[in-house]
């Protein structure tokens, strides 16, 4: 499976991006998907996952309520939604596929990794 993420960019506190992953190479409907996050200095964190089936998500604390995750099968995409960003957002997003059908937060647990999308929130 090769990922393709795409969407990050440059945006204002309080403003608003969606990130797009296509997968590509296999069923993308039979893995479980996932966004991790890496600020500067610091270790790859979870933000967010969706079981294949789209039934079940799972959020990082920091971001609940603010991010929701989506997928579409049909269109082979997973999305992240991020609204009220702030300057702690700051990161390089990566999407993550896992064989495992549900909604996984371990980064082990994930077989494939896409290269990462540039977000940067200013204050």
């Known amino acids: 499976v090769q990922l393709q993420a795409s969407g990050g960019g440059l945006v204002q506190a309080g403003g608003s991006l969606r990130l797009s992953c296509a997968p590509s190479?296999?069923?993308?409907?039979?893995?479980?998907m996932g966004w991790f996050r890496q600020a500067p200095g610091k270790e790859r964190e979870f933000v967010a996952a969706i079981s294949a089936s789209a039934g079940s998500t799972n959020y990082a604390d920091s971001v609940k309520g603010r991010f929701t995750i989506s997928r579409d099968n049909a269109k082979n995409t997973v999305y992240l939604q991020m609204n009220s960003l702030k300057p702690e957002d700051t990161a390089v997003y990566y999407c993550?596929?896992?064989?495992?059908?549900?909604?996984?937060?371990?980064?082990?647990?994930?077989?494939?990794w896409g290269q990462g999308t540039q977000v940067t929130v200013s204050s």
């Open positions: 993550a596929a896992s064989i495992l059908y549900r909604p996984v937060v371990a980064a082990k647990a994930y077989n494939y």
């Open positions: 190479g296999r069923t993308f409907s039979s893995y479980a």
